[in-house]
């Protein structure tokens, strides 16, 4: 999975499908990510010292990362990501769509410097 926090992502797929937004948090153990304002669940909240009105709470609920497609940055649309290595040797993630980078992942290393 080579999604990163604050990564722009549409969901194409379950009941949010459509829905845009950043990541908030990343669980690579379940392969799943949490994206801002999708999948919201009421939480029912007891009346205690921490939460004295108790009442409901809207939360965002996990979603697997097969379902979420990140953002193009060149024209918004979803496409998948990509990783490659510059000729310097650093290593970068890619839109397979249009080609466009979405950031350096590893520095440079010699021996995967083209000459």
Do not use: C
């Amino acid at each position: 999975m080579n999604f990163r926090i604050d990564d722009e992502v549409i969901v194409i797929a379950g009941a949010d499908k459509g829905h845009r937004g950043k990541i908030i948090k990343i669980d690579r153990d379940a392969n799943k990510v949490i994206v801002e304002g999708a999948a919201k669940v009421w939480k029912h909240v007891r009346q205690s010292q921490k939460n004295p009105q108790g009442g409901r709470l809207s939360k965002e609920m996990p979603i697997s990362a097969s379902n979420v497609l990140i953002v193009d940055p060149t024209d918004g649309k979803p496409s998948r990501i990509g990783l490659r290595y510059l000729p310097d040797g650093s290593k970068e993630r890619f839109a397979k769509k249009s080609g466009a980078s979405l950031g350096q992942v590893a520095p440079a290393k010699a021996s995967r410097a083209t000459k």
